[in-house]
């Protein structure tokens, strides 16, 4: 089993930073790949980061990183308006040696204020 864990939402103002983290632990024998989705009230999941790819909505603003070694996703979100606020997810692609299966985090809340 796999477990992912996020940090670091909060409420921050219109215009300012906030920097999530999830970190992946169980059984891991390779991490295919870890990014961000987030769900609004009311609103479908919609995807935010993996990789090198960004939704439309945050380009130039969120940045997405690993640390392999910690088996750790960032998401520094800078320039943060109130339609960002949601609960953010993280989720993971992980190789546990004899099979690849998703995985997801409980979320973590960011709200933004006007």
Do not use: H
Not at 56 to 66: A, L, M
Not at 100 to 109: A, E, S, V
């Amino acid at each position: 089993q796999v477990q992912l864990v996020e940090s670091g939402g909060g409420v921050v103002q219109a215009g300012g930073s906030l920097r999530l983290s999830c970190t992946a632990s169980g059984s891991i024998f390779r991490i295919n790949a870890m990014g961000w989705y987030r769900q609004a009230p009311g609103k479908q999941r919609e995807f935010v980061a993996v990789g090198s790819s960004y939704a439309d909505s945050v380009k130039g603003r969120f940045t997405i990183s690993r640390d392999n070694a910690k088996n750790t996703v960032y998401l520094q979100m800078n320039s943060l308006k109130p339609d960002d606020t949601a609960v953010y997810l993280c989720y993971g692609v992980v190789n546990s040696g004899g099979y690849t299966r998703n995985y997801w985090g409980q979320g973590t809340q960011v709200t933004v204020s006007s």
